[in-house]
């Protein structure tokens, strides 16, 4: 049976990832960061465990649990959470940008550091990182989270380049707009972070980003669920010759093309519209 380490499984794309590859014959450990969250996967057929990225002792012991299931073997992980901080990026603390680093980029790099010993001693591995359509070009407002997707594509991108020929696959999958909890789960960093009362914009903070954050509204413009997400992670870790690539959702296709194809003075002018 294949197994599979996911994290960031308590909803959205990691939730529906989790079920699916269950649903396919594949060994799911399915990792949250809270406890609850586990018993709840746990109490819906999933093994799950602990795995908070950033407390060392809960990543490793969350692999040493899994490696005793399945007799020392990992056949792929999926790094998968993560969470927002919006804000100016002249409003965010150099604090928070390390806060949001650490889940975002420093905690995956720790796991994935750990898992490539077990998989190059079976001499065969997947690696899938979920990026987003923000590690291809910036929009305003998500500038911390940004910079942890623009660091996850390059430090990936040459991962992949070092384990060429290994049987080892690096693949990154770019999402655009999907349906998730990130918005909402936002609101606590935003709060602890972003002094948007005292802020040079701040009433550009009322017009846009105070609606947005707290405010019920509709799907974004070309959203689409988390099953759209779970076809490329299939396809990543089923295909024979995995992609370094995989789009989700047309905003990740349109942007990408745009990045190649514009200079950057047009391409601010697009970009500084959305």
Not at 29 to 46: I, N, P, S, Y
Not at 88 to 109: C, K, Q, V
């Amino acid at each position: 049976m294949r197994s599979v380490l996911i994290t960031g499984c308590s909803s959205g794309i990691g939730y529906h990832a989790a079920h699916s590859l269950a649903k396919r014959g594949w060994q799911v450990f399915a990792t949250c960061r809270k406890a609850e969250d586990c018993a709840r996967l746990r109490g819906e057929g999933l093994a799950s465990f602990v795995l908070d990225y950033t407390d060392h002792a809960t990543i490793h012991a969350a692999l040493a649990q899994i490696l005793d299931q399945t007799g020392g073997t990992l056949d792929a992980l999926f790094n998968n959470g993560a969470f927002a901080l919006p804000g100016a990026t002249e409003d965010l603390p150099t604090d928070g940008l390390r806060s949001i680093f650490e889940t975002n980029l420093f905690g995956w790099h720790e796991l994935t550091r750990a898992v490539l010993p077990v998989m190059r001693a079976q001499g065969h591995g997947r690696i899938l990182q979920n990026s987003s359509v923000l590690g291809l070009a910036g929009l305003k407002w998500r500038g911390a989270y940004v910079a942890t997707k623009f660091a996850l594509e390059g430090l990936s991108d040459v991962l992949r380049l070092e384990l060429a020929g290994t049987g080892i696959h690096v693949v990154l999958i770019e999402p655009g707009p999907v349906t998730s909890r990130i918005r909402e789960n936002s609101i606590p960093h935003f709060e602890r972070w972003i002094d948007w009362e005292n802020s040079a914009r701040a009433q550009h903070y009322r017009d846009t980003l105070l609606a947005r954050l707290y405010e019920k509204s509709q799907p974004d413009f070309f959203e689409l669920p988390p099953d759209a997400v779970t076809r490329r992670v299939i396809a990543a870790l089923e295909s024979r010759k995995p992609r370094a690539r995989y789009y989700v959702t047309t905003p990740t296709y349109i942007l990408g093309g745009l990045r190649r194809v514009l200079p950057t003075r047009l391409l601010d002018l697009v970009l500084g519209k959305l």
